[in-house]
């Protein structure tokens, strides 16, 4: 199983951008996916999950109502649109991925770097 995200990039405080991540492979059947961040001395944290039979959605209070995770069945593929960027949203995503609707994680991506210049 692999899983390739794309989308990070630089950008000024107040832009948007939008991550995706595809699920390839032999895979069990999808609980739910998620997005996870990790800033420079700090530890990994959880930013946004979806479960994938309902679309239900959570996300961290620090990006509530800037951050919308999406997915497409179909693609076996995940977004996240990320708007009015702050210089604290820098960090290298991880998307994920779970057989179950809560974790734990079973596959990680390899990572894409946002940084958000103030």
């Known amino acids: 199983v692999q899983l390739q995200a794309s989308g990070g990039g630089l950008v000024q405080a107040g832009d948007s951008l939008r991550l995706s991540c595809a699920v390839s492979?032999?895979?069990?059947?999808?609980?739910?996916m998620a997005w996870f961040r990790q800033a420079p001395g700090k530890e990994r944290e959880s930013v946004a999950r979806?479960?994938?039979?309902?679309?239900?959605?959570s996300y961290a209070d620090s990006v509530k109502g800037r951050f919308t995770i999406s997915r497409e069945n179909a693609k076996n593929t995940v977004y996240m649109q990320m708007n009015s960027l702050k210089p604290e949203d820098t960090a290298v995503y991880y998307c994920?991925?779970?057989?179950?609707?809560?974790?734990?994680?079973?596959?990680w991506g390899h990572g894409t770097q946002v940084t958000v210049s103030s």
């Open positions: 492979g032999h895979m069990f059947s999808i609980g739910s």
């Open positions: 994920s991925v779970s057989s179950r609707p809560i974790g734990p994680e079973d596959y």
């Open positions: 979806i479960l994938w039979a309902t679309g239900s959605t």
